[in-house]
């Protein structure tokens, strides 16, 4: 347990939480929306600092960042805990466990640790995924503090729903984010995941602002953001936040307590992959459609493939110092200096 960051004590042993768009008032004894940030006696304390529920090595390109060291390998970690309850979550298991199973639990591993086991397994990034990183961000921000020491990328798969004063304070030791834009519309985020649009907006102008690397992930609901429409105002926000910013579209499987639909229709996805450039976007892709075309990165100018992709793994690079070998157009993102 650890002294919570970003909160201010009120009257009456209250405190004002600023970690996240909730900013929640929490008074003693009680805990934040999140459920792993509690009040005791008028000072905020992260339950979760130092317990560790999942740590693996991934492909980078399971995050997914597509133009971040493509085909290295990233040390991926969380803790349990969420500031959503999306009916569809993936990772209910462990994001969910404090509020559906009242339980917090993880392995005692010091920052350090994090940090020396990336390098033995040759990781070039730490990951703070699989739960949303903001509600563990003392944790992740000590470990990230110290893996820009030893040359680490730190990258968040977010659903970008800090503060502003939450992005400042980890600054430019956050290098790279994949954040999930679920949908273009507050109603859905209202009812399906406790939330509200704006705030995922607003953190991902203000990313951009800082100079950390986005990309943006949506998951296609059948019925409830997959409407051409929608497709349309995603992309011709994105286009408007950056035309290099890479657009992962994702198929749905049912999960968690979201089983009344099917999985998306690939058509779909591909259909809406067709609007993401048809809306100027430079580079849009499928996901969870193993094997599509859309796995790969095209050049935007001659159109040739520069990173040959099937699932997480990458076959071919394509790039010198971060442009096309073909034709030499510029490919935006965080690329090894030879490539």
Same mark, same amino acid.
């Given at each position: 347990?650890?002294? #919570? ?29 999140? $459920? =792993? ?6 000072? &905020? ?6 317990? &560790? ?7 980078? !390109? ?7 060291? %493509? ?12 500031? *959503? ?18 339980? +917090? ?6 920052? #350090?640790?994090?940090? !020396? ?9 730490? #990951?703070? @995924? /699989?739960?949303? %990183? ?34 400042? @304070? ?59 429409? $929608?497709?349309?105002? +995603? ?8 035309? $290099? ?6 198929? *749905? /499987?049912?999960?968690?307590? /979201? ?8 058509? @779909?996805?591909?259909? #809406?992959?067709? +609007? ?7 580079? =849009? ?26 699932? /997480? ?18 490919? !935006? ?7």
């Amino acid at each position: 347990m650890k002294e #919570a960051m970003l909160y201010a004590a009120l009257e009456d042993k209250n405190v004002k939480c600023a970690l996240c768009a909730h900013r929640c008032l929490i008074r003693p004894g009680k805990r934040g929306f999140c $459920e =792993v940030r509690e009040n005791r006696d008028g000072v &905020l304390y992260s339950l979760v600092y130092r317990k &560790l529920i999942a740590q693996h090595v991934d492909p980078i !390109e399971k995050k997914p960042l597509f133009h971040v060291l %493509p085909g290295s390998l990233s040390y991926s970690v969380a803790t349990v805990g969420c500031n *959503f309850k999306c009916s569809f979550c993936q990772n209910a298991d462990i994001s969910q466990m404090p509020s559906d199973m009242s339980k +917090i639990t993880g392995h005692d591993v010091a920052p #350090a640790t994090l940090v !020396e086991d990336a390098l033995e397994n040759r990781c070039r990034s730490i #990951a703070y @995924t /699989y739960t949303e %990183p903001t509600i563990y961000f003392e944790y992740a921000y000590d470990t990230a503090i110290l893996a820009e020491k030893n040359n680490l990328l730190n990258v968040f798969v977010s659903n970008g729903y800090m503060t502003g004063e939450c992005l400042d @304070t980890i600054g430019s030791t956050l290098h790279a984010a994949n954040v999930d834009l679920k949908s273009f519309r507050d109603e859905y985020y209202k009812s399906l995941c406790k939330a509200r649009l704006q705030p995922v907006l607003d953190s991902l102008k203000k990313m951009k602002e800082m100079g950390i690397w986005v990309e943006v992930t949506t998951l296609l609901v059948p019925g409830e953001n997959d409407s051409e429409q $929608e497709i349309r105002d +995603i992309a011709r926000f994105l286009a408007d936040l950056g035309r $290099e910013v890479p657009w992962h579209i994702s198929r *749905f /499987y049912p999960q968690y307590r /979201y089983l009344s639909s099917g999985p998306t229709p690939s058509k @779909t996805v591909q259909k #809406a992959r067709d +609007i993401g450039f048809q809306e100027g976007l430079r580079f =849009v892709y499928t996901g969870n459609l193993p094997g599509d075309e859309g796995e790969k990165t095209l050049c935007p100018s001659c159109g040739k493939t520069v990173i040959n992709r099937s699932g /997480y793994h990458v076959y071919e690079l394509k790039l010198s110092r971060g442009t096309c070998s073909f034709c030499g157009e510029t490919i !935006e993102g965080i690329f090894e200096p030879g490539f």
